[in-house]
């Protein structure tokens, strides 16, 4: 009594631990299964289109509640306990427009009427399997969209649902699991206007009679499916003649009790064109010559599971469209059959035939005859059968030389030896498999011979009685797969490499091979290698700084390696150019070694790298020198079980990468733990406080500080860059002021010029057609070429008419720039009086649009130094010109002082 209590509660617990607490959400999906729900939640987004309520407590469903969900197209209520269908009627389907899915499976609904369903026309998949259906009058006329309906499990004693022809539009019904004793001519009458392609009959272990044209109303039927419902040979025999003259193509019997086919079993399937017969998993031991001949367009059988003692000539007879046979377990030694028997010639009909199963067969042996007329064969599995063959020579499969073969599976067949172009009429073959077997020879190629596009060899598990020599792949060079694990002996220190030669290998198994002898040539050439399997080898000693000669750094040139398994080799060290140039790996596998001090940069080519594995060593220190480039992009990492030194120097970075790191660390409280100081022995990692070794305090004053003069010289730097010359103006119009170079007492009346004007020859005729008319105004202007005292110094000129005008007027072109006067003299006099006198006195008229920069390098000008009111630019438009003269009065009349 105490046990079954301790049972009930241990039951309780597991089922209350995998309650979810919220529902998940996922593709416009709501998943509140499990969670033990009494009512459908109402705070779900209202535009799910997906709902899935199954394993809770609903007793009914309440269209009010599900209405606020109008998007929804997938409802599944399955494993509940509603009781009734009675919520559909009017509500359900009616707020659920888009409604197209609902399962209702494994509740316990009972009564089915017309009504319960009348509102939901827009259904295409209903499952009502597992319920106790009773159902009355025509449930389901209403469901003319419907295509697929499961009533399996309701314990039905009928396949009628209905009198009158409805599901119009109905391809799979599945009616498994039910108390049918027998189908009836006018079962199915309902299904005569339907689309039904797919029946499942399957689990009827009492049916006994099927009426003749119980199936004619379903003549579309392609597929019928009767697994593991028991019938006799009388009735498989009906069955078959009820099929005849229907679009049947697939027809299941699996484990339906078939003791022995005869000529009459299939004989109603002549006037059918069947493609797929599965006979798996039934009592066969005899199988009738001519058993299969009403089936001449079957292009798929399975005999798999069965007890066939003989395989005769006539067995397989008019089955030439045959493209896939299964024998897998078919022939098996027993008490009354310790040999089954395959007669030569037995397959010769099936001259179509591509997949050849055999799989745990036994026969007495191969003769050169036994495949023979398999002329389209592609693969063929014989793996762990008994054929009593030990030796491989190029007369055991000589009856499939004329086929194409392209995969040949020979696994755990005990073979013992290969000999001299044992496969050399295989030229089409791709993949050859000899895994598991007990070869014990010396490899010397030869073996190999003919095989000119082999891509895949497995030798793996040979008990580790091969030995290789130089010579040993010579004739497979478009091998791609080479797996070698748990299958050698001897040493592979030889040149050149038994390798060499596989230039297109891309995966090489040597794992298992207590290899401990090799040289840094052994991978050379293999340029397209990505997966190297070396596990479980004893490679320690190769990569000592110690070994004489140095760590045979036997990777090197592997630059598309993406998977590297090194696990259980003894490892102490990782020489520093171990693991260089491999910046495409991906998986790293050192688990299992004594790993302990381990060099920075060792892991500085892994940037690539996904997922590490090296739990089970004696890594004592995560430094960041070390292990910060392999645990950049990581997204898995197995690092647990290793005896770690929790102090800041040996595990503060790591510490801190697990806190803010997204990937995936399994077993991280449980299995990553402290073994010093005493502190913290025997206690996770994560329990360790970094903030023990921190005094921030000195550091972030010096972070402060060197990140202030860092800035301060960066914004300088810029400062001076782009806003230098400005800084160097104000600078010398300060420096002028202070030292009294400003004449505060000048009055601003005794200038006998209003501007001084500035321009290129070219540009006189623009003078005086704009400026001079403004001398009519009471203007004055002093222009060179007219109002010069003649005899008077030019330089002297400048100066004084410079200094008796209010404004220095430069009127600016190209060609003014490039005026040699106006750049050497009257632009730095004009600057001097800027700067020195402290008079704002240049107004500059823009002709042309020049570039800033264009004008200081020219003039030693710059916009900047002059107020932005006597800068003035010269209208494109005519209408515009007298706001232009406007803007120049002001300017001529402007102050001179600098404010």
Not at 888 to 895: F, I, K, P, T, Y
């Amino acid at each position: 009594m105490n046990l079954f209590i301790c049972l009930a509660l241990l039951v309780a617990g597991s089922s209350f631990a995998s309650k979810k607490q919220r529902c998940e959400f996922k593709d416009c999906t709501a998943d509140c299964s499990h969670m033990s729900l009494n009512a459908v939640p109402d705070n779900l987004p209202k535009n799910i289109t997906g709902f899935n309520l199954a394993h809770n407590r609903l007793r009914s469903l309440d269209p009010s509640a599900l209405s606020l969900y109008p998007a929804l197209q997938v409802l599944d209520v399955g494993y509940n306990s509603i009781q009734s269908l009675a919520s559909l009627d009017g509500g359900l389907c009616s707020s659920l427009p888009l409604l197209r899915n609902l399962v209702m499976q494994h509740n316990v609904l009972h009564l089915l009427e017309e009504k319960d369903l009348q509102h939901c026309a827009n259904l295409t998949h209903l499952n009502l399997a597992g319920n106790r259906l009773k159902p009355r009058g025509e449930p389901f006329t209403a469901l003319q969209r419907l295509m697929w309906l499961d009533v399996s499990k309701n314990a039905l004693t009928s396949v009628k649902l209905g009198t009158r022809p409805q599901l119009q539009n109905l391809v799979s019904l599945s009616f498994s699991g039910n108390a049918l004793e027998s189908i009836l001519m006018d079962d199915l009458l309902y299904l005569s206007s339907s689309s039904l392609e797919v029946l499942k009959l399957s689990s009827l272990p009492n049916l006994k009679k099927i009426e003749p044209g119980c199936f004619k109303p379903i003549q579309g039927i392609k597929v019928l499916i009767m697994d593991d419902s028991k019938l006799s040979p009388q009735l498989t025999s009906l069955l078959c003649e009820e099929l005849s003259g229907t679009a049947v193509q697939n027809l299941s019997l699996r484990n339906t009790g078939q003791v022995s086919l005869s000529t009459k079993t299939f004989e109603g399937l002549n006037a059918t064109k069947l493609r797929t017969l599965n006979l798996a998993d039934n009592k066969i031991s005899q199988i009738e010559d001519g058993s299969f001949q009403w089936t001449p367009q079957l292009e798929a059988l399975s005999l798999e599971g069965n007890n066939i003692k003989h395989l005769r000539q006539g067995t397989f007879t008019r089955l030439s469209n045959l493209r896939w046979l299964s024998l897998c377990h078919a022939l098996v030694k027993t008490h009354t059959a310790p040999s089954p028997v395959i007669d030569d010639f037995v397959f010769e009909p099936l001259s179509r035939l591509e997949d050849l199963c055999m799989r745990y067969t036994a026969m007495r042996g191969i003769t050169a005859f036994t495949f023979s007329g398999l002329v389209s064969l592609k693969s063929l599995d014989l793996s762990w059968s008994s054929t009593g063959i030990k030796n491989i020579n190029n007369q055991t499969f000589a009856s499939l030389a004329g086929s194409p073969l392209e995969t040949l599976n020979l696994t755990y067949m005990a073979i013992t030896y290969l000999s001299p172009g044992a496969f050399s009429s295989f030229g089409n073959l791709t993949t050859l498999l000899l895994a598991g077997n007990f070869i014990s020879q010396l490899l010397t190629g030869s073996e190999l011979e003919g095989l000119q596009k082999l891509e895949k060899l497995d030798f793996s598990f040979n008990h580790q009685k091969l030995s290789l020599t130089t010579s040993s792949f010579i004739h497979v060079p478009t091998l791609k797969a080479l797996l070698l694990g748990s299958a050698l002996t001897g040493s592979l220190d030889m040149e050149p490499s038994p390798f060499h030669p596989l230039v297109n290998l891309t995966w090489l198994d040597l794992s298992n091979n207590n290899i401990a002898n090799i040289n840094d040539r052994l991978l050379e050439g293999l340029n397209q290698l990505q997966k190297l399997k070396l596990e479980h080898n004893n490679l320690a000693r190769l990569w000592k700084d110690a070994n004489p000669g140095g760590p045979v750094l036997f990777l090197r040139g592997l630059s598309r390696l993406t998977v590297l398994n090194m696990d259980n080799n003894g490892l102490d060290e990782i020489p520093r150019n171990g693991l260089q140039g491999l910046h495409n790996l991906q998986q790293l596998n050192l688990s299992a070694n004594v790993l302990n001090n381990l060099r920075d940069s060792i892991f500085a080519d892994l940037s690539s790298l996904r997922q590490m594995w090296m739990q089970k060593n004696l890594v004592t220190s995560v430094t960041k020198g070390v292990f910060k480039p392999a645990l950049a992009n990581l997204t898995q990492l197995h690092l647990e079980r290793n005896p770690y030194d929790c102090t800041c120097d040996s595990i503060l970075w790591f510490v801190e990468w697990l806190n803010h790191t997204n990937a995936s660390v399994p077993g991280l409280y449980e299995n990553y733990i402290c073994n010093t100081p005493p502190a913290y022995n025997n206690r996770s990692i994560m329990d360790f406080d970094p903030l023990s070794c921190k005094d921030m305090t000195p550091f972030q004053a010096l972070y402060v500080l060197s990140s202030t003069v860092v800035l301060t010289m960066l914004v300088t730097a810029f400062l001076i860059h782009f806003q230098g010359w400005r800084i160097e103006f104000y600078w010398s119009v300060m420096v002028s002021r202070t030292l009294g170079l400003r004449d505060e007492h000048v009055e601003e009346g005794r200038y006998e010029y209003d501007g001084y004007v500035i321009h290129a020859a070219r540009d006189g005729g623009w003078v005086e057609r704009q400026l001079l008319p403004l001398e009519d105004e009471g203007i004055g202007f002093f222009l060179e070429d007219r109002d010069v005292v003649p005899g008077c110094s030019q330089l002297q000129s400048i100066v004084e008419n410079m200094g008796k005008s209010r404004k220095i007027v430069f009127v600016i072109t190209e060609r003014l720039m490039q005026d040699p006067w106006c750049r050497r003299f009257k632009a730095h006099h004009a600057l001097h009086q800027i700067i020195e006198d402290s008079r704002d006195s240049v107004v500059l008229i823009l002709l042309q649009d020049i570039q800033d920069f264009h004008l200081h390098s020219s003039l030693l000008l710059r916009r900047g130094m002059v107020k932005p009111s006597c800068v003035l630019d010269w209208p494109v438009h005519k209408e515009r010109i007298p706001a232009f003269q406007q803007k120049l009065r002001l300017a001529l009349a402007a102050s001179n002082r600098v404010e």
